[in-house]
């Protein structure tokens, strides 16, 4: 497979230099397979920067796994470890993805065909992965989990040389995923890469709306027609036949599968725009329509000539638009006439009286359209009618840290300009830089938002005709160095701006209110409704949820009938969310840091003593409860009458004369809320609307939304609704009532105090416990005696709870109560108990019982490692037996997760020997077992010179005990350095 290696190198080189011109993101992934009778490797890495894997793909050697170096395995010239390399694509994101197999070889197949070496180890590995043994056995059984995994969002194109026999296995593949059965017509590199890179380069092509030459033959591959291949689900299944197809037929079907899977991610990202000239011209032609009707002077019989020429235009670009775009051009015939009558009314002419005029060319949109137009450049000829201002725009970033113009809605505007000028004297000012300095704030702006004024009606007309094309949002993305169609670019930048404007802690001066109200009217006018679902949620269900950004709901408000019950309720939903997310920014992440600056925050106007009295008393934790620790229901009646009140005052107004000052986010949304309020619903004289009007009770909504403190506690996610790739479903819960919330804000700031009462009393019941259990070990004559009084012994503490009998829930051994906490001994426990006994001698029996008996359900096994229990037990053989027999694991058949059984038992760290570790690695070949059975070998060495240095003196049992509390090879160092402290030299075996 050299050559096919050197292919995927070039194809990744190729990749590069035409990636950086496409301007497009992808995930690389790169699974390597290789095997041998000693393992099966296989290797998956991924990548967000073209030059990693470009650097990666560059270190890939023939027969060298890239995370084990060290290793050279060849599987030779038999069936491959396929399977495992398939299944190893369920690590991966269900993103939509491409992807080549490119192999010489068939896949390890037949259930009853793995007996050789290479195919055990792979049936062994994907055991080891979880996959049952008749699933891992089988090809198909093992694809279709990968299917499932990618909920038929993966396109597989099988590259297969020299025509491998029984090819309809890969044939299968490639049709059940919807790819290509691919066979070069040569093993050389270059036609590996250039027919890889031309599949992907088709597509992205296509997802662009880039127009490139059909092909008409895959060069350098022939390709299968596989339509007479049968589904396949498991390897019994009847194939089918396949046969050579036609080239260009096979390759166009294959790739609109392959667009159809990636435009899942792809349907918010650039589009191309249909008929970019026609619907250039179409703006521009309504545009000097709308002009002519509003001109008396112009024969009507010259205006009906240009209606006429304007819907012949209409009907030839809405006959070539695709289905999946038509609604990006919803300007009709019959909102052509109506333009046409408000352009022929008084109206217009009255308001173009003072037009707005660009501060770079001087001129109007009138003084535009009174030119003719520039035939062989329709873009530069509209946008001298799209006015508007420069900005400094920040957007978000992909996971490669690239602009995402798809996510506009989430853009922040940094600063609006203060000069207004045409898009086409904005491109000018860039020209060949990123950014251009504004004439009179002489700011650096890398964006351009296109608005309308209110005053100038033709202006409006102009721009609500752009918006029902798919030129506003063209324009707007090519002036922000965007690819392509994307829609709703302008509304997100637009309600973005707004916004900011309307967030801004300064007073506004009157031209950025201007501003603001031009921001409104603009997207007032847009003819498509921005947000649409959305919109359909907020107007019919009253419902948002956490996941929309505050410019998408704005947008959405802003388009309502002013003043309508409908636009209130909208509006109050918006200011719910808005605070919202104003408090969840201001209290930050959830971090240990951040946590406790939200609790001191809140304590400042939620003061514990003043809301419950009794809160900050001391108590004696073993006797009684802290009132925090009542149950909920009962705390909310100790709080103080007036709370919420208190509580609110002290957040709209401080606490005068102390260093509480008001809450600044109560403060800021006030401020904000009114402006939005005063732009969306504006009143003429009465004074402005105030947020009490829409939202009544929003100061309680504020404290509400402070003890929630995150936008999404309000929400509860109902995962995705369509799929894997889908928006996710999020439904409104019921929250808690103040009160509770408080409450539990309480318990919150005083979690601590809280933990350090349960804590004393956790101690004084296992106190009470050892003390009782000791006592009643010594008085005990048997081992059945041990067991029954330990099983039944409970105690109970304080009078806070008056039961005195032992209640039927709780689990068997010693058990105290000790006012709310139950406190338990078990196996664990035996050496303090022993301990507490001190030099009492104790009968066999009796020993017996309480290190053996069945009084509680952990092993025995459990104090093997503990030198206090050897010790009382040196002189039972057998019960030292028992104690490393319940180690031993009992299973006939298999093995353990450890890779033990009742033919390979565990011979402590000490018991190291070639013959147990090479058995163990093929039960389970992990590098972690390899470096513990290192660590083990290790230890024996230790052990055994230990051992040696030590002879017959009396520090033999010093070092043996040293060396039987430790079972664990790893805490080698710990053991070590007791073993040379008690023979006064350093082991060098170990090091």
């Known amino acids: 497979m050299s050559n096919e290696i050197e292919g995927v190198k070039a194809m990744v080189a190729q990749f590069v230099t035409f990636l950086e011109i496409m301007s497009v993101p992808l995930l690389f992934a790169i699974v390597t397979f290789t095997e041998d009778s000693h393992g099966c490797y296989v290797s998956l890495n991924e990548f967000t920067s073209f030059q990693d894997t470009l650097a990666f793909v560059g270190s890939i050697m023939l027969c060298q796994p890239p995370d084990q170096p060290s290793v050279s395995a060849s599987g030779g010239d038999e069936d491959e470890n396929q399977k495992a390399a398939l299944h190893r694509l369920v690590d991966l994101d269900p993103l939509p993805t491409v992807g080549f197999l490119i192999t010489d070889a068939l896949p390890h197949m037949g259930a009853n065909n793995m007996q050789g070496s290479t195919a055990r180890k792979e049936l062994s590995w994907l055991q080891n992965r979880g996959v049952d043994s008749e699933t891992a056995r089988d090809f198909f059984r093992v694809l279709g989990l990968v299917k499932k995994h990618f909920q038929d969002l993966l396109v597989m194109n099988c590259v297969i040389y020299n025509h491998v026999p029984e090819s309809n296995v890969y044939g299968s593949v490639a049709q059940e995923t919807g790819g290509m059965l691919m066979i070069p017509r040569s093993r050389t590199a270059d036609v590996l890469a250039e027919g890889m890179l031309q599949v992907v380069k088709t597509v992205l092509n296509q997802l662009e709306g880039v127009s490139s030459d059909k092909v008409t033959e895959l060069a350098g591959f022939d390709l299968f027609d596989l339509s007479g291949l049968s589904h396949r689900e498991r390897e019994a299944d009847p194939a089918g036949l396949m046969s050579l197809g036609d080239n260009s037929t096979i390759f166009q079907i294959a790739m609109e599968r392959t667009v159809e899977v990636c435009g899942h991610k792809w349907s918010k990202r650039a589009v191309g725009m249909s008929e970019p000239a026609d619907q250039l011209e179409f703006v521009w032609q309504a ?55 408000l352009a022929a009314s008084a109206r217009l002419a009255s308001a173009v009286e003072s037009p707005t005029t660009s501060v770079i060319s001087l001129e109007t949109v009138g003084d535009a359209l009174a030119d003719d137009a520039d035939w062989e450049d329709w873009l530069a000829t509209v946008m001298r009618i ?382 009470c416990l050892l003390s009782a259990a000791a006592a009643a070990v010594v008085s005990a004559g048997s081992e059945d005696g041990v067991v029954e009084v330990l099983q039944g012994m409970y105690i109970e503490t304080s009078g806070v709870h008056a039961r005195q009998t032992r209640p039927g829930q709780l689990p068997i051994g010693p058990v105290a109560r000790v006012v709310d906490v139950v406190g338990r001994l078990d196996r664990s426990n035996v050496p303090h108990i022993l301990e507490r006994l001190g030099d009492k001698p104790l009968k066999q029996e009796v020993l017996r019982g309480l290190v053996l008996g069945g009084w509680t359900t952990l092993p025995p096994q459990a104090l093997r490692g503990s030198s206090v229990v050897w010790n009382a037990c040196t002189a039972y053989p057998d019960m030292l037996d028992v104690l490393m027999s319940a180690s031993k694991c009992a299973r006939t058949s298999g093995c353990n997760r450890h890779g033990h059984s009742a033919e390979l038992n565990y011979p402590g760290p000490c018991g190291w020997r070639l013959e147990y570790q090479e058995q163990r690695l093929v039960n389970v070949p992990f590098e972690l077992v390899k470096a513990y059975l290192t660590q083990m070998q290790r230890f024996t060495e230790m052990s055994k010179m230990a051992q040696s240095m030590c002879g017959v003196t009396e520090k033999a049992d010093e070092v043996e005990a040293v060396l039987r509390e430790y079972q664990d090879a790893n805490r080698l160092g710990h053991a070590q350095g007791q073993v040379e402290a008690i023979l006064g030299c350093e082991l060098s075996a170990a090091e």
């Not at 329509?289 to 235009?313: F, H, K, N, Q, W």
């Not at 909208?570 to 920014?585: D, G």
């Not at 609704?721 to 996710?728: A, I, M, N, Q, R």
Request: hydrophobic content about 40%; charged content about 20%; glycine content about 6%.
């Open 386 to 767: 799209l006015m508007g201002f420069p900005m400094k725009l920040q957007l978000p970033l992909d996971r490669n840290g690239a602009p995402d113009f798809a996510d506009a809605w989430s853009a922040v505007s940094l600063a609006l300009g203060c000069d207004k000028m045409s898009s086409a004297d904005f491109l000018r000012m860039l020209g060949d830089s990123p950014t251009a300095v504004g004439p009179t704030d002489r700011e650096e702006h890398n964006a351009f938002l296109l608005t309308a004024e209110p005053k100038d009606s033709l202006a409006s007309l102009v721009f609500k005709v752009a918006s029902g094309t798919q030129v506003l949002n063209y324009i707007t993305g090519i002036l922000m160095g965007a690819k392509g169609f994307l829609p709703n670019l302008h509304s997100g930048i637009t309600s973005s701006s707004l916004v900011r404007l309307v967030h801004s802690e300064s007073a506004l001066t009157e031209f950025q209110w201007g501003q603001a109200e031009q921001l409104v009217h603009t997207l007032r006018l847009i003819h498509r409704c921005p947000a649409k679902s959305l919109a359909q949620k907020l107007k019919h269900e009253g419902l948002a949820n956490p996941a929309d950004p505050l410019s998408k709901l704005v947008a959405v408000a802003a388009r309502l009938a002013p003043g309508t019950d409908q636009q209130k309720s909208v509006l109050q939903l918006v200011l719910q969310e808005w605070v919202a997310i104003m408090l969840q920014k201001h209290y930050g992440k959830q971090t240990l840091e951040n946590d406790e600056k939200y609790i001191d925050s809140l304590m400042q106007y939620i003061p514990l003593e003043a809301l419950l009295p009794g809160s900050e008393r001391e108590i004696q934790p073993t006797s009684e409860l802290h009132v925090l620790e009542l149950e909920e229901q009962a705390i909310v009646k100790k709080l103080a009458t007036g709370w919420e009140e208190a509580c609110l005052q002290r957040l709209h107004h401080g606490v005068p004369g102390s260093d509480v000052p008001p809450h600044r986010v109560m403060a800021h949304f006030e401020q904000a809320a009114n402006r939005l309020l005063r732009l969306l619903m504006p009143t003429e004289g009465a004074g402005a609307v105030e947020v009490s009007t829409v939202w009544p009770q929003w100061q309680v909504g504020v404290l509400q939304a402070i003890l929630l403190r995150y936008r999404g506690a309000r929400y509860k996610c109902l995962g995705p609704v369509d799929g894997p790739l889908s928006e996710l479903g999020w439904e409104r819960v019921e929250v808690p009532s103040l009160g509770a919330l408080v409450v539990e804000r309480m318990q919150q700031a005083a979690a601590k105090k809280l933990q350090s009462y349960r804590q004393a009393r956790l101690a004084h019941a296992t106190e």
């Open 287 to 341: 545009a000097r329509y709308i002009v002519l009707r509003g001109d008396p002077t112009i024969p009507v019989e010259t205006t009906d000539a240009d209606l006429a020429s304007l819907l012949a235009l209409h009907e030839r670009i809405t006959s070539k638009l695709k289905p999946e775009v038509r609604g990006h051009f919803s300007f009709g015939e019959a909102d052509i006439e109506h333009l046409a009558e």
